[in-house]
């Protein structure tokens, strides 16, 4: 069975490339993601040895921040890391003041995870200036460390090789992809609960009132044991006990933490696109089951949340790949039509649309695919090659351009 890394081991991201070439095209790169990513170990391992590092929660740096911009840039020689941005919005002025100084490229790396307070002071200060980068938590292709280029997942033209799976799955579905748990001797419970907690008490504390604090947990819950559904917030707010408003809201903020991603419906009508109900899926599956109490891998695995949290994990997997590679997460849509036909995934490149299909099963059913042709009937696009993303052990021809992958080989 494949081991965890040893705690003292960086695993390396797919993102540093990505970052890389980032730094090469703007003068400034805002890194965000939710908490515990690895944002600041990737920048301190990789990038450390060109940048120099300065942390907002060094208190004695925030209040300098807060206090003397200026003053604060003197005591900081560029290139410069700085991280937890959104602690210290005063900053953005002074940023955009040295890099119109210069024609330099990549001089700044800013990092955050509170995604409301960073967009406003980008939009105020930096718009045209600064390249975007939110980092996912740990993919399976990261951790098989096989040296493979940064690319989103595209379902393959042709039957591609077959790789092991580097983890036990179930245990790493259960288990989640954040890079602090890929060490077996942390407490799992004991991570998440501090997680939660620092998230409710730092970030959504200044985002909504404190005596909502307990409704809003209440509110994560309700999430996680619908991830991977349709989204009702009618059914949301009930069982939160806030009302609709409050529950998009919340949502939001579970959006832009980085926590959860809101899939939208493909319709070949864009002025249609924002009427139809969209989907819930979080990034990190151990989150889900910390907080719907899945709390080890045969009792998710044998569950009746395991399909649902078993595509959440396919799907995130899909989402990672194209954050890493900065590829545009709006080209990646679920079918719906009046009928209730579904397909799980369809992922657009241009006016080709690339069906997937998640199942739970080693073996799916012959009709596991038979939704893909009502791609043909869109006028426009054409249909490309497809995908049913499951447990099968090694990738093989399903139907006619549709190959059935291992989840661990997206």
């Known amino acids: 069975m494949p081991t965890r890394p040893h705690p003292t081991h960086y695993i390396p991201r797919a993102m540093e490339r990505t970052l890389g070439l980032m730094l090469g095209q703007g003068k400034v790169v805002l890194l965000t993601g939710a908490r515990q990513v690895g944002k600041t170990t990737m920048l301190r391992e990789r990038f450390g040895a060109r940048f120099g590092y300065v942390t907002l929660d060094d208190m004695q740096q925030l209040a300098l921040a807060r206090q003397d911009a200026a003053l604060f840039f003197q005591s900081h020689q560029l290139p410069l890391i700085i991280d937890e941005i959104q602690r210290a919005p ?26 409301y307070h960073l967009m406003k002071g980008v939009s105020e200060s930096l718009a045209g200036r600064i390249r975007i980068l939110e980092m996912p ?32 799955l179930w245990a790493h579905i259960q288990r989640g992809s954040l890079p602090e748990l890929q060490d077996a001797a942390i407490d799992w419970d004991a991570f998440y609960t501090d ?46 006990d806030i009302d609709q408003k409050t529950a998009k809201a919340w949502l939001s903020i579970l959006q832009a933490s980085g926590i959860v991603h809101v899939l939208q419906p493909f319709s070949a009508n864009i002025s249609k696109r924002v009427s139809k109900t969209p989907k819930l899926y979080f ?16 009792a998710l695995r044998n569950g009746a949340q395991a399909g649902h949290i ?17 590829a ?35 073996a799916p059913r012959s009709d596991a ?8 009937n869109i006028p426009g696009y054409e249909r490309g090659a497809g995908a049913i993303i499951c ?9 006619r351009g549709v190959v059935a992958m291992p989840v661990w080989a997206v």
């Open 90 to 115: 005063e900053l953005f002025g002074a940023v955009k003041l040295l890099v119109d100084a210069s024609g330099a490229k990549g001089q700044v790396v800013l990092t955050g995870s509170q995604t």
């Open 137 to 168: 938590p740990l993919s399976l292709r990261e951790l098989s460390d096989d040296g493979a280029p940064t690319a989103a997942f595209i379902p393959p033209a042709e039957v591609p090789a077959a790789q092991p799976c580097p983890v036990d």
């Open 195 to 240: 997680y939660v907690r620092a998230y409710l008490e730092r970030d959504v504390r200044e985002l909504v009132r404190v005596q909502d604090e307990i409704r809003f947990y209440n509110f994560m819950v309700a999430c996680a044991a619908r991830t991977a559904q349709l989204v009702n917030f009618s059914d949301l707010a009930a069982t939160a």
């Open 283 to 298: 990034l990190d599956t151990g989150l889900v089951c910390h907080l719907a109490r899945w709390t080890s891998p045969d």
């Open 310 to 326: 078993f595509e959440t994990f396919a799907v995130s997997e899909i989402l990672k790949s194209h954050m890493n590679a900065k």
């Open 328 to 362: 545009n997460l709006r080209d990646i849509w679920f079918y719906r039509d009046s009928a209730k036909n579904e397909i799980d995934l369809v992922l657009q490149q241009g006016r080709v649309l690339h069906p997937v299909e998640i199942k739970m099963a080693a």
């Open 369 to 376: 695919a038979d939704a893909f042709q009502l791609l043909d």
């Open 391 to 399: 447990q099968t052990e090694k990738p093989c021809a399903f139907a």
